[in-house]
C-alpha cells in the first residue's frame, strides 16, 4: 500500500514511517505536519491509506477527514495518542468517513516489533476493504411466515457512526421493534461507541451480550471482533467463524443467520461504508421476503456497501440518510410492508 502519514510531531511522524518500512509491500509517500497539508498532499497525490492524527495545528484530524473524503476520497486510518481519551472525536471522524481508530504505538517501547504489531495487523485488515462485489450464492428462499418478534438489522462501516446517531435520535421513544447493529470497529471502542449513541438515541443503546434478547425499544450493538448472530430461541450471540472473514464483525454473517435464525419478521438496513460487506446478506434477506433499505450515494460518507447493495438488487428501498428513519416509522405505524404481506408489531 502507498501511504500518507499525517502528524505534526517529528518523532511520531518517524515511527510511523519506521514501522510502515517494516514490511515490504507497503511505502510511505508522504507526510504532512497538519491537516490542511494533509489535504493539499490528497489532492496532488493521493495514496492508499492515509495515517491521521486527530489534534494538530491549523485543522485537526477530524475536520481534515471530513475534506479528504468530501473531495478526494481514499482509506483514513486514525491514529492517535489514546483513542479512549479521544472517543467523541474519534467518532466524529469516522462518522465523515474514517474507517477504524487505533493508538499510536508505544514510541520508547523495549520491543518496537511487538509495539508495532497491532498497527501492521491493521493496514492488512483495511487493505482488503476494497475488493469487488461478490455474486450472489445460494438459492433464493420462498417467504414464509412470520411468527416472533419484529427486529430492525443495521450494517454500517466507514461513516456509520454519524449515520446511525442520525437514524437513532429520529426514531420515535415508543418505537415498536427491536433493533440489532453491526458497526465495523475494533472491540476495544464498542462500548465507547454505544456510550456515544446512546447520547444521540431516543432509544436505550447497549452492547449485545451473549445470548441477549432484543426488545422492542432498545438498539443492541454488536461489541466484539467475533462475528454477531442470530441463535436458536430468539437470542444474539457471538461466533469466530468464518475466522477467514475480512470483516469483523461481519454484517453478511450477521444478515445470513438473521434469515436461518429468526422467525420474526426483519427489516435489513445497509448504510455508508467501504468495501461490500452486508451486500449479499441484504440479497438474501429480500429473496427471503423481508423488506430491505440501503442508503443512497448522496447522502453516504463512502458509497461502497451501499452500492455493492444496488448492484445486486438487494435493497427494496433506496434512501437519503434523512429518509431511514421516517420510513421505519411508517412501516410499523402501517403495519404492512410495501408490496409484502401484512403482519403485526
Known amino acids: 500500500m502507498r501511504i500518507g502519514i499525517v502528524n505534526d510531531m517529528v518523532t511520531a511522524t518517524e515511527a510511523l514511517r519506521r514501522i510502515v518500512a517494516t514490511a515490504p509491500e507497503h511505502q510511505v509517500v508522504w507526510t504532512a505536519v497538519n491537516g490542511a497539508e494533509a489535504v493539499r498532499m490528497c489532492a496532488a497525490d493521493l495514496p492508499d491509506l492515509v495515517l491521521m492524527d486527530l489534534i494538530m495545528p491549523e485543522m485537526d484530524g477530524v475536520e481534515a477527514t471530513r475534506r479528504i473524503m468530501a473531495e478526494t476520497p481514499c482509506p483514513i486510518l486514525i491514529v492517535t495518542s489514546s483513542v479512549e481519551d479521544q472517543a467523541a472525536r474519534v467518532f466524529a471522524a469516522m462518522g ?7 493508538d499510536t504505538p508505544a514510541l520508547g517501547s523495549a520491543d518496537p516489533q511487538w509495539a508495532a504489531r497491532p498497527l501492521l495487523a491493521k493496514i492488512r485488515a483495511l487493505n482488503g476493504l476494497t475488493g469487488g462485489v461478490r455474486p450472489a450464492e445460494g438459492r433464493q428462499t420462498a417467504p414464509r411466515r412470520r411468527s416472533g418478534a419484529p427486529l430492525i438489522a443495521i450494517g ?190
Open 156 to 345: 454500517a462501516s466507514a461513516g456509520g457512526p454519524a449515520a446511525l446517531a442520525m437514524i437513532l435520535e429520529t426514531l420515535p421513544r415508543d418505537f415498536p421493534a427491536a433493533i440489532a447493529i453491526v458497526q465495523h470497529i475494533d472491540e476495544r471502542f464498542a462500548a465507547g461507541m454505544a456510550g456515544w449513541l446512546a447520547m444521540h438515541s431516543a432509544v436505550p443503546v447497549r452492547i449485545a451480550a451473549e445470548g441477549a434478547v432484543p426488545q422492542a425499544g432498545t438498539a443492541l450493538l454488536a461489541g466484539t471482533s467475533d462475528h454477531m448472530v442470530a441463535k436458536a430461541g430468539g437470542r444474539l450471540g457471538y461466533t469466530q467463524r468464518p475466522a477467514e472473514a475480512i470483516y469483523r464483525p461481519s454484517i453478511d454473517v450477521f444478515f445470513d443467520s438473521l434469515c436461518a435464525h429468526w422467525s420474526g419478521e426483519i427489516v435489513g438496513v445497509l448504510l455508508t461504508g467501504m468495501g461490500s460487506d452486508g451486500a449479499r446478506g441484504l440479497k438474501a434477506l429480500r429473496d427471503a421476503g423481508h423488506h430491505t433499505i440501503a442508503q443512497d450515494r448522496a447522502t453516504s460518507a463512502v458509497y461502497g456497501m451501499p452500492k455493492a447493495a444496488a448492484a445486486l438488487s438487494a435493497a427494496v428501498e433506496i434512501l437519503p440518510l434523512d429518509g431511514i428513519a421516517p420510513a421505519l416509522a411508517g412501516l410499523f405505524a402501517q403495519g404492512h410492508r410495501k408490496g409484502g404481506s401484512r403482519w403485526t408489531c
Open 96 to 102: 465523515h468517513g474514517a474507517l477504524d481508530a487505533i
